[in-house]
């Protein structure tokens, strides 16, 4: 089972950005189609973006399309979500995942390993 680790969350501005990371340790991020996902206070999990195991294909949620940019560095075995022009919604702890898939998938059941979150806070 590959364990994640995400970073680079923090406290930020409307309109600031940030990179999040996951980095993957006891497997080959290679072997897996990533995603990301949020989880605000008294919300359900959301989707938020992913992309295939190949790397070559990517899926957003509406709500951050064109702001959020998920991509891979697989020599790093790490992968990373580009989140520009935040808004106070955005608020959330992020995590990362790993469905040992090929293909893009945005239910988090067919998820097989998480990472303990990375807290975004977007203030006015």
């Known amino acids: 089972q590959v364990q994640l680790a995400e970073s680079g969350g923090g406290l930020v501005q409307t309109g600031g950005s940030l990179r999040l990371s996951c980095a993957a340790s006891g497997g080959s991020l290679s072997r897996y189609a990533m995603g990301w996902f949020r989880r605000a206070p008294g919300n359900e999990r959301e989707f938020v973006a992913a992309?295939?195991?190949?790397?070559?294909?990517?899926y957003y949620a509406n709500s951050v399309k064109g702001r959020f940019t998920i991509s891979r560095d697989n020599a790093k075995n790490t992968v990373y979500l580009q989140i520009n022009s935040l808004k106070p919604e955005d608020t959330a702890a992020y995590y990362c995942?790993?469905?040992?898939?090929?293909?893009?998938?945005?239910?988090?059941?067919?998820?097989?390993?998480w990472g303990q979150g990375t807290q975004v806070t977007v203030s006015l």
């Open positions: 995942a790993a469905a040992g898939r090929v293909g893009i998938t945005v239910s988090w059941p067919l998820y097989d390993n």
């Open positions: 992309d295939s195991r190949s790397g070559d294909r990517t």
